[in-house]
């Protein structure tokens, strides 16, 4: 039995599944997102996402030749680099100009996977990395929203002097941190609940509709492409402190589900905390690996001066996931040794 064995990098695929076989599935569950991004923003999400895509899958076949791989469109075929670039802008604003996806789709993809040595010895989630660095060259344009196309066919671009309605400006976790502050009451957040459902309101790509996000979660999940333990272990943990939050003072807090819904945190549930690479491999880890995440992101998201912090909860996370396996091992191939 233990000839049989091939000793290699995550991921670590069971069955009848190949790395492309995944990443493919993951494409998949990603369309209900990407269309209903292509619904509410119309081209501007389109021009984005294809623009990722190629950045990325450029950048991963110059990085082969680069190290002289034997075939530099190899690792493209595996498709990682296309859910890289899906997945990083699904989480940029809308109007982000295409050079800075360009910036961030490199970076993320030559210096957060391929420096690392390529698919499966990268530490951190690239399409996070890519975000965050993103996030702190051009902080603004990372901050800037817009109206959807279904309430502006104009998209305009919303700021805070804007005068438009209080739904749809910026994002409902931008007011939920408002009402922290004592700038405005919880509700106005609250009341943004069920179009946060829908999409429509202002937001990343792949953050304004959590009906789009759930389905592409539960395909994901039928197909066992993903398992339920860090989905879970995230939304779970999240909740659980959004609801002691929200108990002990409503007038500030929002509600747990309205944490549940807005931002990246049914996008980070379910295809960016659930990287098979960067995750811990046991049961036991993914649910601690998922707790930290959920956990991170909401005292971000309370406590902290950011209204979002799903990108650096998982990367955090993806941090310490060598540590989680550690101290969760698996049982090895044979049994556990005598003693």
């Known amino acids: 039995m233990l000839s049989k064995i091939t000793v290699s990098p995550a991921p670590h695929i069971s069955e009848d599944h190949s790395t492309r076989s995944v990443m493919l ?31 990325a899958v450029v950048t991963e076949y110059l990085c082969n030749l680069i190290r002289r791989t034997q075939n530099p469109l190899e690792s493209i075929g595996d498709l990682s680099a296309v859910v890289t670039g899906i997945i990083l802008a699904l989480s940029l604003p809308p109007r982000l100009p295409p050079w800075a996806a360009v910036i961030g789709s490199a970076f993320a993809i030559a210096i957060a996977k391929m420096v690392f040595g390529g698919l499966g010895s990268n530490i951190f989630n ?8 993103l996030t702190v060259c051009f902080g603004i344009l990372m901050t800037t929203w817009t109206v959807p196309a279904t309430i502006d066919t104009k998209m305009p671009i919303i700021s805070a002097e804007s005068k438009i309605d209080a739904r749809t400006q910026a994002t409902p976790l931008a007011w939920s941190k408002q009402a922290i502050k004592k700038q405005s009451p919880a509700s106005i957040a609250n009341e943004q609940l ?9 937001g990343c790509l792949g953050e304004t509709s959590a009906v789009a996000l759930i389905i592409g979660g539960i395909y994901l999940l039928l197909r066992r492409t993903i398992t339920i333990h860090i989905p879970a272990a995230v939304l779970l943990s999240a909740f659980i402190l959004a609801a002691i939050a929200y108990l002990i003072n409503p007038s500030a807090y929002i509600s747990p589900v309205t944490h549940l819904t ?10 960016i905390a659930t990287d098979p690479v960067t995750a ?13 995440i959920g956990s991170l992101i909401m005292l971000i998201r309370i406590v902290g001066e950011y209204p979002e912090g799903v990108m650096y909860a998982v990367l955090l996370m993806n941090a310490v996931t060598a540590l989680i396996d550690r101290l969760c091992r698996l049982t090895p191939a044979g049994g556990k040794p005598n003693v």
């Open 25 to 55: 599935d993951v494409i998949i569950g990603l369309a209900p997102p990407i269309l209903a991004a292509f619904y509410y923003f119309r081209f501007y999400a389109l021009i984005l996402i294809i623009t990722c895509v190629l950045a």
């Open 126 to 133: 690239p399409a996070m990395a890519g975000r965050t660095f």
């Open 194 to 202: 069920k179009v946060a459902f829908t999409g429509n309101t202002g």
């Open 262 to 271: 807005t931002g990246g945190m049914l996008l980070c549930a379910f295809f």
């Open 280 to 292: 811990p491999l046991s049961t036991k880890g993914m649910w601690i690996f998922g707790i930290g």
